[in-house]
C-alpha cells in the first residue's frame, strides 16, 4: 500500500493534525508483503511469539536509559515527562516510559455531571453505530460484530444489537493504562484469543475487521444500578496489538492504589484506572444499547468531514475521521 499521510482532528483546537506513525514504513512492508506471500508467513508475523519478541526488542532489549536520553526521547515521541507520577531518573527503559504512571487527578479534569460517559484513554476516536437509519453507520469495517463479542455469546449479542461503538486507537507514545469510561457493576468479564495485528492505519485497512480477530478482554459492565451511570448496558472490550505482551487488569478506586482485578460483581467508579497494556499499541472498543447515548457533537461532526486526509477515508471510501482526545475527557451522554 502506498505511504499516504493520515490525519486527525486535534479536539482542543479542532485543528488538522499530521500523524507520525512510528515504524509505518515497515509495518506497510510487512503486511503488504506477508499478503503476498502466504497466510503462513502472515500469521507467523502476528501470534503471541513474534509480537512479544518485537515488544523485548523495541522496549527491554536498549541500554539503560539517563535522564538527558530519557528526556530527548520523551520529548522526540511526543511525551510530556512532566505528567508523571516518577521523576525522570525512574525511567531506565522505554518499557517503564510505556507503563508509566500519571497524575490524572490533576492532569485529566473530568465532569461533575454523572450522567456523561468519557474516554477510557488517550487517543483517537471515532464513532458509529450498527444501526443503519444512523447517521454515523459504519458497517464491518473494523469489525464483525458478532465476532469482536464472541459469536457464542447470545445475551450480549441481543443486548447490544443495533447499538453504538466507539473506537479508541492507542498508539506507541499514548499513556497505556485504561480507566474506567462510566460507573457499574461488572456483570461480566472474559478473555477471547486471537492474533496482535498493528492498530497502525494502513494495517488496519490490509486486515478485514482486524479487531475483531485480535485478542481481546471483554467487561459487561451494568450501569442501571445505585451510583451508577444509567446508560445500560455497556460492553468495554480491550485489544491489543502488534508488541502487546498483556493486559493487565489493576482497577483501583482512588488514584492507582490497592489495585484489584477486574472480577464478577466488583463495581467500577467511572475515571478510575481499570487495566494497562504491556506495551505497544492497542485499542478500545466501547459499545452501547441502542437509544441508550447520545455521541457528542463535535465527534460526530469530525467523523463526516471531507478536507482531512485520513487513511481510512480513503480505504474505507467514506469519511472516516479520527477525534484525538484525552483521557476522561466526555464522549457522549446519557439519554433519559
Not at 114 to 141: L, Y
Not at 264 to 270: A, D
Amino acid at each position: 500500500m502506498k505511504l499516504i499521510e493520515h490525519q486527525y482532528i486535534e479536539r482542543s483546537t479542532q485543528k488538522i493534525k499530521n500523524e507520525r506513525l512510528l515504524f509505518d514504513k515497515t509495518i506497510n512492508f510487512l503486511y503488504s508483503s506477508s499478503k503476498e506471500e502466504s497466510n503462513r508467513f502472515f500469521n507467523a508475523l502476528t501470534n503471541r511469539r513474534m509480537s512479544s519478541l518485537l515488544g523485548f526488542l523495541h522496549y527491554d532489549s536498549n541500554p539503560i536509559l539517563r535522564k538527558k536520553s530519557i528526556l530527548k526521547y520523551t520529548d522526540k515521541i511526543g511525551i510530556d515527562i512532566s505528567e508523571c507520577i516518577d521523576p525522570p531518573e525512574f525511567f531506565t527503559s522505554k518499557r517503564k516510559i510505556f507503563e508509566r504512571k500519571i497524575k490524572y487527578w490533576e492532569t485529566r479534569p473530568m465532569s461533575d455531571n454523572p450522567c456523561e460517559i468519557v474516554s477510557p484513554a488517550d487517543a483517537k476516536a471515532i464513532v458509529g453505530s450498527f444501526d443503519e437509519t444512523s447517521i454515523v453507520f459504519i458497517k464491518e469495517k473494523f469489525f464483525h460484530f458478532d465476532e469482536l463479542l464472541g459469536e457464542d455469546k447470545t445475551a450480549w449479542l441481543e443486548a447490544f444489537y443495533k447499538g453504538n461503538f466507539a473506537i479508541f486507537r492507542l498508539t506507541p507514545e499514548k499513556y497505556h493504562y485504561n480507566h474506567t469510561p462510566v460507573s457499574g457493576k461488572v456483570i461480566d468479564v472474559y478473555e477471547i484469543e486471537g492474533q496482535f495485528h498493528s492498530c497502525n492505519p494502513s494495517a488496519v485497512i490490509s486486515v478485514v475487521t482486524p479487531y475483531s480477530k485480535n485478542k481481546r478482554v471483554i467487561t459487561i459492565i451494568d450501569t442501571d444500578v445505585e451510583n451508577g451511570s444509567n446508560v445500560g448496558l455497556v460492553a468495554m472490550i480491550e485489544i491489543v496489538a502488534l508488541m502487546i505482551g498483556d493486559i493487565v487488569q489493576c482497577y483501583s478506586e482512588f488514584k492507582y492504589d490497592s489495585p484489584v482485578n477486574v472480577a464478577l460483581g466488583l463495581f467500577l467508579k467511572k475515571g478510575q484506572p481499570k487495566s494497562l497494556y504491556r506495551p505497544g499499541s492497542s485499542t478500545d472498543v466501547l459499545i452501547f444499547q441502542k437509544d441508550r447515548i447520545k455521541f457528542s457533537n463535535d465527534l460526530l461532526a469530525n467523523r463526516l468531514r471531507h478536507d482531512v486526509k485520513s487513511r481510512f477515508s480513503i480505504g474505507f471510501s467514506t469519511p472516516l475521521v479520527e477525534t484525538d482526545l484525552k483521557l476522561r475527557a466526555t464522549i457522549g451522554k446519557a439519554i433519559k
